[in-house]
């Protein structure tokens, strides 16, 4: 019996990405396919919406590129978002830090442009503009 190779999400070859950007320990000792397995097919709606909006004069905003995860989406999103914040390194601080909430370093980095979108643990995404540091979380689950 041959097992065929499993190839790589788009996302993952189209896009500018890293594994445990931050180069968290704890995730430093998770396999690579878990933390791809774990980010699932939300990179690849980022894809999709940077590659549609292509067709248009306008730069990819965090606005009309996550107006576009949505609607490939359609189940939230970031159309529900989450307050809290996003350090310059990419970890998610909840609001909720103080009843016990731990930071979130992110299991992966997606990177187009001027945007880039990070995945967490608990398909916890955040789309960040790198040049006007305007953000949005949301949860991709």
């Known amino acids: 019996m041959t097992t065929a190779k499993k190839l790589p999400m788009p996302a993952w070859v189209f896009l500018d990405s890293e594994i445990n950007p931050t180069g ?3 995730l430093a000792s998770v396999p690579e396919h878990h933390i791809r397995e774990a980010c699932g097919i939300i990179p690849d709606f980022f894809l999709s919406a940077v590659l549609e909006g292509m067709d248009t004069a306008s730069r990819p905003t965090v606005e009309n ?3 576009r995860m949505d609607a490939a ?3 939230g999103g970031f159309s529900y ?3 809290g914040t996003v350090s310059p390194q990419g970890v998610y601080h ?3 830090e103080e009843e016990g909430d ?3 370093p992110p299991l992966a ?3 187009y442009n001027n945007l880039e979108l990070f995945v967490y ?3 916890i995404t955040a789309l960040r503009d790198r040049s006007t540091g305007e953000f949005k979380v949301g949860r991709f689950d």
Request: proline share 12%; glycine share 0%; hydrophobic share 40%.
């Open 24 to 26: 968290d320990a704890e």
């Open 65 to 67: 590129v996550s107006e």
């Open 73 to 75: 989406y359609r189940f």
């Open 81 to 83: 978002p989450f307050e």
């Open 94 to 96: 909840s609001p909720f």
């Open 102 to 104: 731990a930071p979130l």
């Open 109 to 111: 980095r997606f990177a």
């Open 121 to 123: 643990q608990y398909a």
